[in-house]
Structures are given as C-alpha cells and as structure tokens.
C-alpha cells in the first residue's frame, strides 16, 4: 500500500490510539484509529464545504442528524417513486442514514456514530426505497441516465463541491456525459467499490476520473469472499474503514438499536469526508490539487507516489491527518485518475462539457414548433439484528437489486427512446450486534 506493504498498514492501524470499550463494542473504530477527535479540535470539520450524498433513502429527522446541516431534495431520483424521505426503517433508509452519519453524525441515538466532517453542508439525493422487483426510471432523460448518474447532474447543477454514492446503478449512455461535466467542473465524485456478491454491477465506479473507494478493516486487511479471499478490485483509487463498523438502526430493533456492517458503501462516504477536509484546509486549491493531496498522502507515513493496482489497495490506505497536514496548492493542478484506465468519457468528452460548461443534455434537441423546453432540476442499508456475543452475517443490502445495463459507455449524441426497468444495489453487506 503506496510502499508501505499491507503488514505496515495494519500495524498503522492496530497502532492507533487506544478507543474506549465503547467505540470498539459500537463499531466505531475507525474514529479513534484515525484520530478524528484531534483533526477536529484543530479547526478541520469539513466547515463551508457542500457534500452531495445519492443514496436510497432517509430519515432526516434521527437523532444523529440533530444539529447537523442536512437537507434533502424534495424529489426522488426515480421516477417510480413518491417520497425522498420515510420514518419506516427501512433497508434502503438504514442504508442511506448510515452513510450520511459516516459524514456528519452528531454521536447521538443508538449507535453513538460521529462524523469525519460533522460541519459539512449535506444534501441528500434520493433513489427512494423499493423492493426488489420495482423498476428505478430517471426522473429526467429516463431514457438517457441512470437514476445515480441523474443525482449527479443535479448536484452539479446545485453547486456541490464534493458528491458520492454507495449505490451500482447500471449505465446509460449518458452517464459518460455527466461523468465528463463534473470532471470538468472541477467537482470530485466519490464512489464505493464493489462487495463480495455485488462484484459484476455495473456503476458509476467503471467510469475514469471517479474516485473508488473499497473497504479494509481494523487490520488493514480488504473486504474478503466467503471462501477468505480478499476482493480486489484493480480500479481501487483508495481503501478505508468500511468493516464491522456501526449502522443506522437495525431490522430487528427499527430506529431504537443499532447492529454492525460491512462493506464499501461505508468506505466511500469517509473519503468524501476527508476531502471536504482537505478543502476546508486549502480552499483556494482546486479539486485535482484536493484530490492530489489525498492520493499522495495515503498512510501514516511519507512516501512517494504510488499506484498498485493489482493488490486492490490502489494509492493507498486514505489518512485524513496527512491531509490537513498539507497545502494542497502546492501540487500540481493535474487529475492524477483521467487516463488511469482505459475507460469513458473521453478526452473530447470532458472538452466537450467545460465548453457547454457542464449542463445536460450535451445537445439540446431542436424545437421549430415550440420554445425550448426547460428541464426540471433539484437540489440534491444495511440490514441488521441483535445477536449474542458473536457476531454474524446476514444478508447482503441488495434490496433495490440491479439497474439493467442498457447501451455502451461511448454512446455518441443520438440513442434510441426505449423504457426500460432499472434497480439499483447498495454496496454492503451487514452483520448485526446490539451494542
């Protein structure tokens, strides 16, 4: 991992400051191994920054959102859907609930969880909650996004200056074209890794710029099969805690208890966290300087510039101390994760989106009868049980399923209307303790 080799990692980790009983029988340990409680005290919390979180759903209205700067759009992603919000525990809402605590948890409710940049401006984007065999239709350009890829349009459109996602969500050939705006717009897009059975869904992670983020646990070690081999997934950009790590309510116990996950869509949303650091530390850099600052500084220790992306661990273990221990102005204006693998949108692609300066659609369809018309925009799970002393797996949050993979990422500017059903899949899986 970035020269210091996978042993050197979890010494790092198993290393940290000792946590109190309560932060490991919560599954909170990732706080205290990267000493979070010292990063805050020195002023970095992710203050003025604006996170735009595309999740399944959510209950605004917990405890650990108490006091925190949450919003949520008022319209759902997908079309099929009503409301962006529910107070049933759903699986999709632990989901959605879990991975913006991870970013601005207060510490209250069950659960205690804290988060990595608990000042950070959330907006929320809602898939909304479905089951299995409900089909997911963008709300806009059905036939040309995907629901997540809708979600990142909007929080482009909406001034987001960091956005990730715990979903897969298929592809649509103009998922390549929103990639482009926001690697244009200079606006970083975070997004999990898979998980053992979530391995072949497709998602925004497949498309060059993005930021992959996949698990490790207390020990450094990645996500792992049910046979122990460890999942590796070669466009990997960083790893971070994403294993046994505390939830949002559980299914057994509704909002009132939690239970423990595990999975990359726990590691995404505190790499998001650590850039809105890293932003809030250096504001006058720019987002690949940001992004920059966050790849070369991975571990506790210097090293130089370093990507293996054949053990899964990508540039490294993210360490949010390095990174507010640096001015991110000081290095090169340069986006170290276009060109990084052979994937869209293109060169002409992203020259093509700072020119119409990030919108959607890219061409605007001709009207000869008619003004043109204006397209609406907005702003904008685990499952779990208690168990006895050990702890066990349940099943995998896959409970809003696959979005349909529909066309080719390389689709140029005409496609065919089709409709289509889509579902979507978190990536985590859980399982479930009582702290």
Same mark, same amino acid.
């Given at each position: 991992?970035?020269?210091?080799?996978?042993?050197?990692?979890?010494? &790092?980790?198993?290393?940290?400051?000792?946590?109190?009983?309560?932060?490991?029988?919560?599954? =909170?340990?990732?706080?205290?191994?990267?000493?979070?409680?010292?990063?805050?005290?020195?002023?970095?919390?992710?203050?003025?920054?604006?996170?735009?979180?595309?999740?399944?759903?959510?209950?605004?209205?917990?405890?650990?959102?108490?006091?925190?700067?949450?919003?949520?759009?008022?319209?759902?992603?997908?079309?099929?859907?009503?409301?962006?919000?529910?107070?049933?525990?759903?699986?999709?809402?632990?989901?959605?609930?879990?991975?913006?605590?991870?970013?601005?948890?207060?510490?209250?409710?069950?659960?205690?969880?804290?988060?990595?940049?608990?000042?950070?401006?959330?907006?929320?984007?809602?898939?909304?909650?479905?089951?299995?065999?409900?089909?997911?239709?963008?709300?806009?350009?059905?036939?040309?996004?995907?629901?997540?890829?809708?979600?990142?349009?909007?929080?482009?459109?909406?001034?987001?200056?960091?956005?990730?996602?715990?979903?897969?969500?298929?592809?649509?050939?103009?998922?390549?074209?929103?990639?482009?705006?926001?690697?244009?717009?200079?606006?970083?897009?975070?997004?999990?890794?898979?998980?053992?059975?979530?391995?072949?869904?497709?998602?925004?992670? =497949?498309?060059?710029?993005?930021?992959?983020?996949?698990?490790?646990?207390?020990?450094?070690?990645?996500?792992?099969?049910?046979?122990?081999?460890?999942?590796?997934?070669?466009?990997?950009?960083?790893?971070?805690?994403?294993?046994? &790590?505390?939830?949002?309510?559980?299914?057994?116990?509704?909002?009132?208890?939690?239970?423990?996950?595990?999975?990359?869509?726990?590691?995404?949303?505190?790499?998001?966290?650590? &850039?809105?650091?890293? =932003?809030?530390?250096?504001?006058?850099?720019?987002?690949?300087?940001?992004?920059?600052?966050?790849?070369?500084?991975?571990?506790?220790?210097?090293?130089?510039?370093?990507?293996?992306?054949?053990?899964?661990?990508?540039?490294?273990?993210?360490?949010?101390?390095?990174?507010?221990?640096?001015?991110?102005?000081?290095?090169?204006?340069?986006?170290?994760?276009?060109?990084?693998?052979?994937?869209?949108?293109?060169?002409?692609?992203?020259?093509?989106?700072?020119?119409?300066?990030?919108?959607?659609?890219?061409?605007?369809?001709?009207?000869?009868?008619?003004?043109?018309?204006?397209?609406?925009?907005?702003?904008?799970?685990?499952?779990?049980?208690?168990?006895?002393?050990?702890?066990?797996?349940?099943?995998?949050?896959?409970?809003?399923?696959?979005?349909?993979?529909?066309?080719?990422? &390389?689709?140029?500017?005409?496609?065919?209307?089709?409709?289509?059903?889509?579902?979507?899949?978190?990536?985590?899986? =859980?399982?479930?303790?009582?702290?």
């Amino acid at each position: 991992m970035a020269g210091l080799g996978i042993a050197a990692v979890a010494m &790092l980790l198993a290393s940290a400051p000792a946590e109190p009983a309560t932060a490991t029988d919560t599954g =909170e340990w990732w706080y205290e191994a990267y000493g979070v409680a010292a990063i805050h005290n020195e002023g970095w919390t992710g203050a003025g920054v604006k996170i735009a979180v595309i999740d399944s759903n959510i209950n605004p209205d917990l405890p650990v959102f108490a006091g925190r700067n949450l919003k949520v759009d008022p319209r759902p992603l997908c079309a099929e859907v009503s409301s962006p919000t529910t107070t049933e525990r759903t699986v999709g809402a632990g989901h959605g609930a879990t991975v913006v605590a991870q970013i601005i948890g207060s510490g209250q409710g069950p659960g205690g969880i804290r988060g990595i940049a608990p000042d950070a401006e959330v907006t929320f984007y809602s898939l909304g909650t479905q089951t299995d065999e409900e089909p997911c239709t963008a709300a806009e350009y059905g036939d040309q996004l995907t629901a997540v890829a809708l979600g990142v349009q909007r929080a482009l459109d909406d001034g987001a200056d960091i956005i990730t996602t715990s979903v897969a969500g298929g592809k649509e050939p103009g998922d390549s074209d929103v990639i482009a705006n926001a690697i244009a717009k200079g606006v970083a897009v975070v997004a999990s890794g898979p998980n053992p059975t979530t391995r072949d869904l497709a998602g925004l992670r =497949e498309y060059q710029g993005v930021i992959v983020a996949s698990a490790v646990d207390e020990a450094g070690q990645l996500n792992t099969y049910d046979d122990g081999r460890s999942l590796v997934y070669p466009r990997t950009a960083v790893v971070a805690p994403g294993v046994g &790590l505390t939830t949002v309510g559980s299914a057994s116990g509704g909002w009132d208890s939690a239970g423990r996950g595990s999975g990359s869509s726990f590691a995404a949303p505190l790499v998001a966290g650590a &850039l809105a650091l890293a =932003e809030q530390r250096s504001p006058q850099a720019t987002s690949n300087q940001l992004v920059q600052a966050l790849l070369r500084n991975t571990g506790k220790e210097p090293h130089e510039l370093s990507d293996d992306r054949t053990s899964g661990y990508g540039f490294g273990l993210a360490w949010p101390a390095n990174i507010v221990g640096v001015d991110a102005t000081t290095y090169p204006d340069d986006n170290l994760l276009v060109g990084r693998v052979e994937a869209a949108p293109t060169a002409a692609q992203i020259e093509q989106a700072a020119a119409r300066g990030s919108a959607y659609p890219p061409v605007a369809e001709p009207s000869v009868t008619s003004p043109t018309e204006v397209h609406p925009r907005s702003d904008d799970d685990p499952t779990s049980s208690p168990a006895g002393p050990d702890i066990t797996l349940i099943a995998v949050l896959s409970a809003l399923g696959l979005i349909v993979i529909a066309a080719g990422a &390389l689709v140029a500017i005409t496609v065919t209307r089709r409709s289509r059903t889509r579902r979507v899949a978190q990536d985590t899986r =859980e399982r479930v303790e009582h702290p």
